[in-house]
């Protein structure tokens, strides 16, 4: 289960970040969302992961396989369009929360940057609101909204015909 808030962002924060984490990701259909993803930990191993997302907004069924570097390449290779590719960087928030924000497809006219937080319940996404060096960062909220996912930004933008 996934259970997470998302805003669409300008740039970084002015935090220190506790990890830098480089994707690549592809989908093979958007609803629901399956898709294939590389995680290499700055100066870290690599995680190879195909994963599979129901539909929903702050609450969605998620699940998450593993898969080796040559099923990945297979994989990688029944494509239809290229991989985005994701910086993220993860900083530490009050209650043992992250922040993570996500560069995408930074030397593409179409990129951008979200933030996103995961909680472990429902109620507690519900009323978290940011701390104060964040509430301006944080103000364009696109959670549950038509559009906003990763899978719909693949679609719009590789010519998925999903």
Known sequence: MEIERRW????????ESSATIFMDQGYFAT???VRVRREALKDGPCQYI???KGKGGL????IELPVTA????????MLTGPMIQKEQRRYPLPGGLTLEVNQVDKDLD???FYAEVEFPDAEAARAWNPPAELASYLSR????QPGE???AYWARTRHSSE
């Open 59 to 62: 609450v969605r069924e998620e």
């Open 31 to 33: 609803r629901p969302a």
């Open 70 to 77: 040559e099923q990945y390449q297979s994989l990688t290779g």
């Open 110 to 112: 179409t990129g951008f």
């Open 141 to 144: 909220e696109t959670t549950g």
């Open 149 to 151: 996912s990763m899978a």
């Open 50 to 52: 195909v994963c599979f």
């Open 8 to 15: 669409l962002v300008n740039g970084w924060p002015e935090l």
